[in-house]
């Protein structure tokens, strides 16, 4: 039982509503009851003040910058943890013991081939095919492979698929970006980690022995651990309204896949560097900024500003160091890091940018590390979609074990026409 209720007046009847407490964060008012009591709907587009769900994976505290999984900062998790742990944090609730983690890597390993049949289903892509569109259509194909992992009712079919979807996932990334350089599919090397193998996958080739260089493995694994959960973005919500159905993990996915794609959401990675190549030196700063805040140019800055996030993205901190890691490691500068450093600072001193608590996401920095390990901004996306796969799993389970659990089916004010005759197309 709520003890905290919330009274709402409508038509001179007065209603109440329990209002419910999660372990921190807003308190939310339930209003499940709200049409069968009054026969009125809420109105939230874009969701801007509705939890969808319950969940116990993800914290964000977008006031403070603040991002929690499972109860962990995530600069600790980054500065500590691997992509792995994090995926075991998030799937089971816990940080594995030693014998837990290395079973967990054991099996993700064992699972990282894909299908002969599979491979082969890549040659109906053009090869311009962008990585999401192969990433999209072969995630979805997954479902006609693995039937045996498909019962969503039983949890041992639910662990095998998730373990199956992270496994798979780096070796499906891959494999795009080698179908669109024209270069043969590298087949997994269980010997290497998670990261180092997506990392021979995509950058080796068979005539030579690749040697992962470990500042750009651990780079590589942070960003998996950035991108990894964030409570209910699009994507995930997308997952979960798909799941809600009843429909397979692998058509759950693909689905998050393609909302993902999209430039507000996971797309703004890419679309960042390139802006920022855009903007090529900082004395064109100043043009790009006053196109952001004039309201009849489309133009905004991309990685900056977050529905959640009012002050820095702690993601955008970490990954502003990682920077400066991978250039050392790999003695490299790219003349665009000064450009993104010096538009954050334009920026933060702009009323406008202030005013409305606009910062740099997570996207803002990514790209430019992403590109001096060599991915071509095409694969940005897909990078990110391998990573909240992980999140995506986590938040599908948690939905599919809960066993309030019913389809997602949001309401709607009606403005169309109302009832009106059928009128044949000779008296039209
Ligand atoms: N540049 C310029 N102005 C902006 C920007 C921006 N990047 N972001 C928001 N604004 C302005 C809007 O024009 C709007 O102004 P108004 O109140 O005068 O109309 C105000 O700030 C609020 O913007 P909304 O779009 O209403 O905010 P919302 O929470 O819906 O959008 C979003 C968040 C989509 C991320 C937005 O900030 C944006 O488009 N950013 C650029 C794309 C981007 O970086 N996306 C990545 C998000 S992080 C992720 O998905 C991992």
């Not at 990573?387 to 938040?395: D, F, K, L, N, P």
């Amino acid at each position: 039982m709520a003890d905290k209720h919330a009274t709402l007046e409508l038509g001179g009847e007065t209603h109440e509503f329990p209002v419910l407490s999660g372990s921190t964060g807003p308190d939310v008012v339930d209003i499940r009851k709200l049409y069968g009591s009054t026969g009125h709907f809420t109105f939230d587009p874009g969701y801007k003040s509705t939890a969808s769900c319950e969940s116990a994976l993800t914290y964000i505290d977008g006031n403070e910058g603040v991002l929690l999984h499972r109860g962990y900062p995530i600069g600790q998790l980054a500065e500590h943890s691997s992509f792995m742990e994090v995926a075991y944090l998030l799937l089971n609730g816990e940080l594995p013991s030693s014998e837990e983690f290395d079973d967990f890597n054991y099996t993700i390993t064992r699972h990282t081939m894909l299908h002969e049949q599979l491979r082969q289903f890549y040659q109906g892509f053009r090869r311009d095919a962008h990585p999401m569109a192969i990433m999209c259509g072969v995630v979805g194909a997954l479902s006609a492979f693995y039937h045996d992992s498909t019962d969503i009712s039983d949890p041992e079919h639910r662990k095998i698929s998730s373990h199956r979807l992270i496994a798979k996932m780096p070796t499906i990334a891959a494999m795009a970006y080698k179908y669109a350089v024209g270069q043969p599919f590298m087949q997994p090397d269980n010997n290497l980690s998670y990261t180092g193998n997506f990392l021979r996958m995509t950058f080796g080739v068979p005539a030579e022995e690749y040697e992962v260089i470990p500042a750009v493995e651990k780079a590589m694994d942070r960003i998996f651990i950035l991108h990894a959960d964030h409570e209910q973005n699009a994507s995930t919500s997308t997952v979960r309204l798909a799941g809600s159905s009843g429909a397979n993990p692998f058509a759950c996915i693909a689905a998050g896949i393609a909302c993902l794609w999209g430039p507000a959401h996971g797309g703004a990675n890419e679309a960042a560097l390139n802006m920022l190549r855009e903007i090529g030196t900082p004395d064109k700063i100043p043009h790009y900024i006053e196109r952001a805040k004039d309201k009849n140019d489309p133009f905004r800055l991309m990685g900056f500003g977050h529905r959640v996030y009012k002050n820095y993205d702690p993601r955008a901190t970490v990954m502003q160091k990682t920077v400066r890691e991978v250039f050392e490691a790999l003695n490299v500068q790219d003349p665009v890091f000064e450009t993104a450093l010096r538009l954050e600072e334009i920026a933060l001193s702009d009323d406008y940018f202030k005013e409305k608590k606009l910062f740099p996401n997570v996207d803002f920095y990514s790209g430019i590390i992403l590109s001096a390990i060599g991915f071509p901004t095409t694969m940005f996306t897909a990078l990110f979609a391998l990573a909240r796969t992980v999140g995506w799993v986590a938040q599908w389970n948690e939905m599919i074990s809960d066993p309030a659990q019913v389809i997602g089916r949001p309401r709607q004010l009606y403005t169309g026409p109302t009832e009106r005759d059928y009128v044949p197309l000779d008296k039209r």
